[in-house]
């Protein structure tokens, strides 16, 4: 029996060295993109673009003619957006409303005065949306309109009073939209929208439509999950009775397909995905009346992962965990719960390195007296290519 060392090894040396490639990472090429000054001037070049779920008061940016990025401030940049993804960033002072965590006796009144940059979500000739993300699920949305810029308020509070403690949903955009669209005679603004980047977007674009030769100018694209297809070739080690001391069996070729769907924005490097994966080739002993013979069927796996990538440039490791399942027609099935790890490059080439290891949870609770014997599996090697299934 070979031992469970040589593929910790071989799974240690791979995230070693795909954890130093991330790290480095963190400098590499940025879209490209552009910044409008507070003088007006544009400059075009590399924007350290990181699709915040906070927005920062300042970037870093390099210019076409420089070697290096330099930080700047919303006080130095009237504008500034990458093209790649279809989005516009604005600097913008407003007035939000503070909601903490703690109870209120009365409605929260508390207001901030801010300086930070904002996505436009709309540009239109009545009214334009922004975004203003603040690390909440949603962030805040303002409008735009005759030259002022309000906050739709959508900020839950919990009240206290004598006869206890109450939530309050803090909703009060509902009211707030009503009055701002009044002036469209043929708008529903009645019918409205869930407090949402989508919802808000298409509400005003309808709005904006009520007003005849007013066209609107700018439309950011919607950020979705992204879909992938992929194909897979490789070598697997991994025998169907990978619990037993017959586990570490020859090398066999392997061959599947998966599904994999990537989250946008801040989670864009976390992914599930589906693989079936077919293994031919694998000796089982079928029982007949009198007598059993050996036979070849394949070895069929069926892989549910959830993992992410790391970093930010074109090469990077991966770390998944997987819920497979193994059947070979005519004999036995088992599940196992596997950890695999492998590296990517641009998310379309993937080399992996495939249920190397139990999840440890399962040797320490079926393997109390050795879980270490447990733990390491013949892993499978495979190369992995993958499609997008939609076109932005």
């Known amino acids: 029996m070979r031992k469970p060392y040589t593929y910790l090894k071989l799974v240690a040396l791979l995230l070693l060295f795909g954890g130093a490639l991330a790290q480095k990472g963190q400098n590499a090429t940025t879209p490209a993109g552009y910044i409008v000054t507070q003088a007006g001037d544009t400059l075009r070049g590399s924007i350290d673009f990181l699709d915040w779920d906070k927005m920062p008061t300042s970037i870093r940016f390099r210019a076409d003619t420089a070697a290096d990025f330099r930080k700047m401030s919303v006080h130095e940049i009237r504008s500034f957006g990458i093209p790649a993804v279809n989005q516009v960033y604005v600097s913008r002072k407003v007035t939000i409303l503070e909601v903490t965590d703690r109870d209120y006796h009365i409605a929260p009144n508390t207001l901030l005065n801010l300086h930070v940059f904002m996505q436009v979500l709309l540009t239109g000739p009545k009214a334009s949306v922004y975004q203003m993300r603040d690390g909440s699920q949603n962030g805040r949305f303002f409008i735009e309109k005759d030259g002022d810029l309000l906050e739709l308020i959508n900020q839950p ?92 069996e020859r090398v066999r070729p392997t061959f599947g397909v998966s599904l994999r769907l990537s989250q946008p924005r801040r989670n864009y ?47 990077r490791p991966f770390v998944y965990a997987t819920s497979t399942l193994l059947t070979i027609r005519g004999g036995k099935a088992d599940i196992g719960f596997f950890i695999g790890t492998g590296l990517s490059y641009k998310r379309q080439w993937e080399l992996e390195i495939g249920h190397p290891m139990l999840m440890p949870l399962i040797p320490l609770l079926f393997a109390p007296g050795n879980p270490l014997k447990y733990m390491f599996a013949p892993p499978r090697v495979a190369v992995h290519y993958y499609l997008k299934m939609r076109k932005d």
């Open 269 to 315: 490097n976390r992914f599930i995905k589906l693989t079936w994966i077919v293994t031919p080739g694998f000796p089982i002993e079928v029982q007949s009346l009198y007598s059993s013979r050996t036979a070849h069927r394949p070895l069929h796996f069926l892989e549910f992962a959830g993992g992410s990538y790391f970093g930010r440039r074109a090469l």
């Open 157 to 248: 509070f919990y009240r206290a009073n004598d006869q206890g403690r109450f939530y309050v949903p803090g909703d009060l955009y509902r009211e707030q939209l009503p009055l701002l669209c009044s002036d469209a005679a043929s708008f529903r603004a009645s019918n409205l929208p869930q407090y949402n980047e989508t919802s808000m977007r298409r509400y005003f674009q309808r709005y904006n439509a009520c007003f005849v030769g007013e066209t609107v100018t700018y439309t950011s694209t919607e950020q979705r999950a992204q879909a992938h297809v992929g194909f897979l070739g490789g070598a697997e080690t991994l025998s169907p009775s990978f619990s037993d001391e017959d586990k570490f």
